[in-house]
């Protein structure tokens, strides 16, 4: 036989290397999916964690027993050793809902690890053995040496794969399921039970922010981002005070650090205060703002990360991918077949229960029980007899008499029956009869059976276990907005470079790295380049400047001459959008046109400049003013209006302009606390360079700030804003808990520190700001009591409080009541009752 022959059939033998490969690979494969990586859809369970509490039941006697023991239990049942069982346990016991604890089992928010096996202890809590074991409705199998039976899978009747989320990597594929919230999952339960809609976000055990508007249901291509909590202590303290799913304090502070050492944000140092609540302490450079700093933290650290969460589980010895809606689905329709088996068997037991009840009355009340004094041949004849002597009760009963049921009642002792031993029996009988009848209802009520189950379990078990991840979208960061500067620009005008390595020549600005520069050229050369060590422009550099993009108020004017036909154009533009490192010709494409004037405007100034001509020009007037208020606005491309067909020795600056547009039209976006420009929430007006914000809120602070759209104002706290004017009166009521009294005031904002709060309200426990407003004569409307009692009236302020300083305390306006119900009344007419209230 040929070598090429022998090779092709070794090939197609199954048990050369080839065919032992291929079902070696799939047998491992199928192992590792179906008994190691991804839990079952039945009870949530990896096969160790089944193990693991199932020999913890074994173990259960109410007290707790040492993690090593519990350990050695469960490798009867784990084929993997140790070290895999004491890892998993400490996962389970640190989700606080199926294991209880002692000692020390590490912490999943700093990372800490458990102590040693030897020295912690755990037990089954109460809510595992209320919804995770039953014997008579679990499915048992032999254990891998075949010395003990372990169930297939426990009989939960709970979602727990949604509570505890799972995450595993197999061959060929992963899970990843997102932990969600205890109470949340049993009312989901319930509204899928009684047919109406629910939605499942994730909840975290270690607290923090999360945006699902991409969670998918939890799917394949979903996400979700999850934040840290951080408060501003002061204007040169964060704290952060939650860690996102996944993430230590170790981490995180390392990740600050990395960020810092990057130049993408400025701090002094980083302290790590964690004890009972997480802690971490950003002390800032000086100088920096702490609201771009938080934004920068979200942007370039750990303190928002992104998961992607891939739903897939054993459904049927079959690896499937589903949503998280479809896996409480299947979790509840299971538990209601759960709950009618235990129904069923519970229901079988109390009617074999009453029959024989029944039958031991009726053996003792008709004296059945003196067949065993008659002598009869044999003992089989004695129980002939006593099945005989059934026989005309037999209607009351509902089976036929077994022989096994005569043998139970010939067992029990015989003595002398008394009138209350039969009253007992009937007692019983009476008593399951209720009972059977109570379990029937509940069967053919299984929906209401089943909603019961899942509220009593919220009502022994809810407590405490609220939501602690607070569901809310999140604005999107870009990071040129955030990023600190942390390059120094340098540029060589005569020879067209731009970078951060050219250090012997002209400084220029600070900026990011991360940040696009707009440079413009003597030839009439526009380009937009990223910040990088060395870049050719073109040789004489005029300006160069970040480059903000959408920019419609920056105005550029310019002067040039065509090289081709020696004419010169003035025009004026905007530069909104380009492609990188593009070169724009903004003259008429000719190679000897150049740019004679040349200025850039933030807020479309339009200059007076005074243009001379050259002496040897033919003109008549060689020197004339020329206005670029008399020119549109146009695109870059624009050719621009004609100045003159002389050649032009100088242009030269004669008169700044003033803005040739209008002010900038302001938004306030109360959901995320952003002043914006995008017509997002509440309009404020139009805004001109130098005018403010005035901001109030609900804790008796006011503050004047400025246009700056990256700070971030406290929404949460947040009462009234509105466009600054210095000459408005501001008219406020607040509450002084300490005399009950609503006070009121007027005054005028002083003040000039921008970026301050100043506290206008008494200061006590508990004191807030009812209401305020800037109307010009307000008259406010009250209403106090309920029903009957209600009391209406209207009042004019400025009849009751006169103008002060803001630091005064106020006039009396009425007694504190919470039915108080308080508005501002746009007229200026006489109040019906000014004094309803004094």
Request: aromatic residues 10%.
């Amino acid at each position: 036989m040929s070598t090429k022959n022998k090779a092709a059939d070794f090939q197609h033998n199954d048990s050369g290397l080839h065919g032992q490969y291929k079902t070696w690979f799939l047998d491992y494969a199928s192992y590792v999916i179906l008994e190691r990586a991804v839990p079952a859809i039945d009870d949530g369970l990896k096969p160790v964690q089944r193990r693991i509490l199932h020999a913890m039941k074994e173990m259960d006697d109410g007290r707790f027993n040492k993690v090593a023991n519990i350990i050695g239990q469960a490798m009867q049942y784990h084929p993997h050793g140790d070290a895999s069982i004491g890892d998993a346990l400490v996962n389970m016991g640190q989700k606080d809902l199926l294991i209880d604890t002692q000692g020390n089992w590490g912490d999943v928010r700093t990372g800490d690890d458990a102590a040693a096996a030897r020295y912690i202890e755990a037990r089954l809590s109460k809510f595992a053995l209320d919804v995770a074991f039953n014997a008579k409705t679990t499915n048992w199998q032999l254990s891998y040496d075949g010395r003990k039976n372990e169930p297939v899978t426990l009989p939960m009747k709970f979602p727990l794969l949604l509570a505890q989320g799972a995450d595993g990597i197999a061959v060929g594929l992963s899970t990843k399921i997102l932990p969600h919230n205890f109470c949340e999952l049993i009312e989901a339960a319930v509204k899928y039970l009684r047919g109406r809609k629910f939605e499942l976000y994730p909840d975290f055990l270690t607290g923090g922010m999360i945006d699902a508007g991409e969670y998918n249901n939890g799917r394949r291509g979903g996400k979700v981002k999850v934040r840290a909590h951080i408060e501003e202590l002061d204007k040169k303290t964060l704290a952060i005070r939650s860690v996102p799913y996944g993430v230590t304090t170790t981490q995180m502070m390392e990740s600050i650090v990395k960020a810092n050492d990057q130049g993408k944000i400025k701090i002094k140092k980083v302290t790590d205060n964690t004890a009972a609540e997480v802690e971490i302490q950003v002390d800032l450079a000086p100088g920096i703002s702490p609201d771009i700093t938080i934004d920068a933290l979200y942007k370039f650290t750990d303190c928002e990360i992104s998961i992607s969460p891939n739903a897939c589980v054993i459904v049927d010895q079959k690896p499937q991918f589903l949503g998280v809606q479809e896996l409480l689905k299947l979790s509840v329709d299971r538990t209601k077949e759960l709950l009618e088996k235990e129904l069923q068997i519970r229901l079988g037991e109390l009617q074999e229960k009453w029959h024989y009840t029944s039958l031991e009355k009726i053996f003792f009340e008709e004296k059945i029980y003196k067949e065993l004094e008659k002598k009869h041949e044999t003992w089989d004849k004695v129980l002939e007899a006593i099945d005989k002597a059934f026989v005309p009760f037999k209607k009351q009963l509902r089976r036929e008499i077994s022989r096994e049921d005569i043998i139970k009642l010939t067992e029990k002792p015989v003595r002398r029956i008394y009138k209350l031993d039969i009253d007992e029996l009937n007692a019983q009988i009476k008593g399951l009869e209720a009972e059977i009848k109570q379990v029937k209802h509940d069967l053919a009520n299984l929906i209401d059976f089943a909603v019961a189950y899942y509220e009593n379990l919220l009502k022994k078990y809810g407590k405490g276990r609220e939501r602690k991840t607070e569901i809310k979208q999140f604005e999107l960061i870009e990071a040129k907005h955030v990023a600190i500067a942390n390059a120094r620009l340098y540029m060589n005008r005569e020879e067209g470079f731009i970078g951060t390595g050219l250090k012997k020549d002209e400084f220029l600005f600070e900026c990011s790295d991360l940040d696009d520069i707009i440079v413009f050229t003597k030839r009439g050369i526009m380009k937009v380049v990223k910040v990088s060590d060395k870049t050719f422009i073109g040789k004489d550099i005029l300006h160069a400047a970040v480059f903000q993009k959408n920019d419609e108020r920056t105005t550029y004017n310019m002067i040039y001459v065509d090289g081709e036909s020696g004419k010169s154009f003035a025009k004026r533009f905007n530069v909104t959008g380009v492609t990188r490192d593009k070169e724009y010709d903004l003259s008429k494409g000719h190679e000897k046109s150049k740019v004679h004037y040349f200025s850039v405007n933030p807020n479309a100034e339009a200059e007076l400049v005074k243009i001379t001509l050259s002496s040897s020009s033919s003109a008549r007037i060689k020197e004339f003013d020329f206005g670029f208020s008399d020119l549109e606005i146009k695109g870059r491309g624009s050719l621009g209006n004609t100045v003159t067909r002389y050649p032009i020795k100088s242009v030269k600056l004669k008169e700044a302009g003033i803005s040739t547009i209008a002010g900038k039209k302001l938004w306030f976006d109360d959901q995320f606390g952003r002043l914006n420009t995008d017509e997002k929430g509440q309009y404020l007006g139009m805004f001109d360079g130098e005018d403010k914000v005035l901001v109030f809120y609900r804790d008796g602070n006011y503050e004047v700030t400025d246009q700056e759209l990256t700070q971030k104002l406290d929404a949460e706290k947040l009462i009234h804003i509105e466009k600054f004017n210095p000459e408005k009166v501001i008219s406020a009521v607040y509450v002084d808990m300490k005399t009950k009294q609503f006070m009121a005031k007027r005054f005028r904002i002083e003040t000039t520190t921008l970026k301050n709060k100043f506290l206008f309200i008494k200061e006590g426990e508990g004191n807030y700001v009812e209401t305020v407003t800037t109307i010009a004569e307000p008259v406010l409307a009250m209403q106090q009591g309920r029903g009957a009692q209600v009391r209406k009236g209207k009042l004019k302020i400025a009849k009751i409080a006169e103008i002060t300083n803001y630091k005064t305390v106020g006039t009396k306006l009425a007694d504190y009541s919470k039915s108080t119900e308080m508005e501002w009344v746009k007229t200026n007419e006489d109040p019906n009752q000014t004094e309803l209230f004094q």
